[in-house]
């Protein structure tokens, strides 16, 4: 899993510039302001510092992962056996 360590390293700074920059190419109000606000150097860091506290925030995480205890065996059936072993009212696909 990649850290970010330094939220202000020249990398994500350039990183911000070049999608402020592709952000001012589409048409649009919204992306205009986020664009130019992602060029100015201070926006830039609260921008870097948010995302860092965003990654660093396992609360925040919707999609964390959850492990489930469970057992499984393999069960090998013929397909003669499985329609046999099936409720006759259900359907098989």
């Not at 070049?18 to 664009?35: K, M, R």
């Not at 130019?36 to 965003?54: E, G, K, N, S, Y």
């Amino acid at each position: 899993m990649i850290e970010m360590q330094d939220v202000q390293s020249p990398l994500a700074h350039r990183l911000l510039v070049t999608i402020g920059g592709g952000l001012l190419v589409l048409p649009g109000f919204l992306t205009d302001a986020v664009g130019l606000a992602l060029l100015v150097p201070p926006l830039r860091r609260i921008a870097l510092r948010l995302v860092a506290w965003r990654l660093g925030n396992p609360e925040s995480n919707v999609s964390a992962a959850t492990t489930i205890d469970g057992e499984w065996r393999e069960v090998h059936t013929s397909a003669s056996k499985m329609s046999d072993s099936l409720p006759p009212d259900s359907t098989r696909h």
